[in-house]
């Protein structure tokens, strides 16, 4: 059984610039969930989706959307990068609803310079 | 009240040795708590979780102890290897029911704990 699928695993942008991160859930997990990782900050929700809809959103700007498709895979969205943005982008799925095992992604790692 | 406070930061371990981690919580509406295993340039691996219900949970050389009353949980790494070499980061969820009979999948985590394992 394949694992969470991320893509691309690495991304260098450009102040201002937008990125779009894609996700492919397990096979057969409808959940999404978004997790922003920095030193700093550790790792933070940014937020989930079930059956196409946004369930709960973290303490985020605007600038951060994301979206999930009829077959589950999501994807976000960064618009306006900055250079505090740089981080470590992870999806984990979950078979969802409720909380349950959420297996992580191994990620997209974004640079804004 | 959304925090999930863990420690120690860091942890040096002797090959053989437990190794052991805390966290805290505040939400008494968390109900699900799980711990994940990240290695350099991965993506954190689910280890081993536990519900309210049980005050202990044990898989092979992992064990999660809960105390409800204390809102406290810990992992505990028995004979602790040199590939344990790790981050570790506890977490912990709530069903929430206000619009949707399933919950939310959203995990507040740990700031995490740097685990090395001395031959």
């Known amino acids: 059984k394949a694992g969470v699928t991320q893509t691309p695993r690495y991304l260098i942008k450009t102040r201002g610039q937008q990125v779009t991160l894609s996700c492919s859930p397990i096979s057969g997990h409808r959940s999404v969930s978004w997790y922003q990782q920095t030193p700093g900050q550790g790792l933070q929700f940014l937020f989930e989706?079930?059956?196409?809809?946004?369930?709960n959103k973290g303490n985020f700007p605007g600038r951060f959307s994301g979206r999930q498709f009829s077959n589950s895979r999501s994807e976000m969205n960064v618009s306006t990068l900055e250079l505090g943005d740089s981080a470590l982008y992870l999806c984990?799925?979950?078979?969802?609803?409720?909380?349950?095992?959420?297996?992580f992604g191994q990620g997209t790692r974004l640079t804004v310079v | 009240q959304q925090q999930v406070k863990q420690s120690p930061q860091s942890l040096i371990v002797q090959k053989g040795g437990i190794s052991i981690i805390n966290c805290a919580y505040e939400n008494t509406a968390f109900d699900y708590f799980p711990w994940y295993q990240q290695f350099p340039g991965k993506g954190p691996a689910l280890l081993i979780a536990i519900r309210p219900d049980v005050s202990e949970k044990k898989e092979g050389r992992f064990t999660i102890s809960f105390n409800k009353s204390a809102k406290q949980f810990s992992l505990h790494i028995m004979d602790s290897q040199p590939g344990d070499s790790a981050t570790y980061f506890c977490a912990a969820s709530a069903l929430l029911t206000e619009r949707f009979s399933g919950g939310y999948n959203k995990l507040i985590f740990g700031a995490g704990t740097r685990l090395a394992v001395h031959p």
């Open positions: 989706y079930f059956s196409e809809t946004q369930r």
């Open positions: 984990a799925s979950s078979m969802g609803p409720s909380p349950t095992e959420a297996f």
